[in-house]
């Protein structure tokens, strides 16, 4: 049978093949997508002479190319072989990112930025089509009861492949440059191998079974698939969501870098070592919010992370007051491990959600229709960020407190900078505002098996505290410090009786019985 037509049934055998090739699939990916965006890809774009115009298309193309996931439904649903489509886009997309890494060294110096502009949206474009139908492939291979730790191990263990790379790739630049003679050739070796670990994640696809799409996932009118994920009220909620929140992920983190090198002056040394405290706490907590999310629902990690990452935002214009100060590189720090923390969670069940919720015989438009609007919405965050950084860039809203022994001596005052909002600190406060909004729609969605927010924590906590036990040998002072906060917020839940219980339900195997639905009219 050729290696493109469906199976009629899943076996075992089959499922833990598909699986080993998501590993690779999954790792090669990553590592691609970590070489050809962030910091490599305008540095590309500047080292060929770019524009700040096209600069910022560049950045801006990745989420808008995956608007095109809509006609990707409409190929995927016409041919019926979400394998072949996966491959066969993949292959032609790493294809032109070859010939965009190649304009530097080929194409003749007054074409290279179109050249390599063109050849770039084709990839983006191209790989859409190709994410599409691999999302709907992994949704059918997955097994449902694991499929949190499954994502979660493949998320760790890509994210810590992905650090490694951007440092490597970082660092090798300049020896990279002085051996291209330019640096636009040092850049052109990273592209090269950015497309080599894109090519062996289309051909591990290859070796993915695919169950052959349910009748009812074939039969229906086209436009019928489209507003069908619309006119679901649960998953509508769950659209409204995702736009929401990638809208607020991706206004505020277009400015991270700039403002801590820019507004706070560190070095971009520093800025690595701080990405790097992230990706640790990153890869720690992939397993943690995985193992939650399998036994209880991806909403409950949902829940904690979210408002997480919104503290994260209110907690950055904090970092000057007005200026840097001695508690700048401490809450920078802070910022830094509640960003691991938070990504990792939302990073793992945004995606887990979704294909939790699209049912089987309609996966391809239900998790195509989740990608176009949170790509819809993260192509217009970085333009509404981009507007607000420049109407407020010479504003300030600021409270003082002063202190005086005696009202009529003016001069004799003790004042103290208590807040102090300038410039990109205006965009951290309406991306915090979008997430609030995000963070009640995100309430209002159904998903089996959900828990409140003071239960995660305790499983939270009672996995850290686990695991540092079990890492070394601590005295008995330091159990009791490190079992302090946990003990602390117990008390503050529903009470050691329903934490003994849900401990012996995760024992068990079995599932705590979802909570009535927080709104069942509401959209």
Known sequence: MAWYLPLETLTDEAREKGLKAFTWESLSAHSMTILVTGAFLPGM????????????????FAPIAQMAQIPAILVIEKVGLRKLVSVVTAVVSRLFLVAAALVPLLAPEGSRVTLF?????????????????????????????TRGSILASRLAAATGLGAALSLAGGFGLGPLSGWMGAEAGAY????????????????????????????????????S??????????FRRLLIFSAAWSFTVIMSGAFFAVYILKRIGIPMSGVILLAMLSQVANIYFFRIWGRIADHFSNKSVLAVTVP??????????????????????????VIHLIGGISTAGFNLCAANIALRLAPHGNATSYLGTNAFCAGLAAAI?????????????????SIDLFYRRDIADAADAFTLSAVSFRGIDF???????????AWHRLSLIDEEGTISESAVREQVFASVRSSMFTASGLNMGMRRMTAFPYDMLRRTGRGAGATLSRAARAVSGKRPRPGPPSNPSGS
């Open 45 to 60: 774009a500047l080292a060929l002479g770019a524009s700040n115009f096209i600069i910022g298309l560049l950045a801006s």
């Open 117 to 145: 502009t063109t050849f770039m949206i084709l990839f983006f474009v191209l790989g859409a089509f190709s994410g599409c139908s691999t999302a709907s492939l992994i949704k059918d291979l997955l097994p449902e009861k």
């Open 188 to 223: 052109a070796v990273i592209f090269l191998i950015a497309a080599l670990f894109g090519l062996v994640a289309a051909f591990a696809v290859g070796f993915m079974p695919e169950p052959r799409l349910q009748r009812g996932e074939a039969g229906t009118r086209w436009l």
């Open 225 to 234: 698939r489209l507003v069908s994920p619309v006119k679901d009220p649960n």
């Open 308 to 333: 997480l990452f919104i503290v994260l935002l209110l907690l950055y214009p904090f970092t000057t007051m007005p200026e840097r100060y001695s508690l700048t590189i401490p809450l920078l720090v």
């Open 381 to 397: 965050a970085p333009i509404v960020g981009g507007l607000l950084g420049s109407f407020f860039a010479t504003k300030e809203v």
């Open 427 to 437: 965009v951290f406060l309406f991306s915090a505002l979008t997430g609030l909004y």
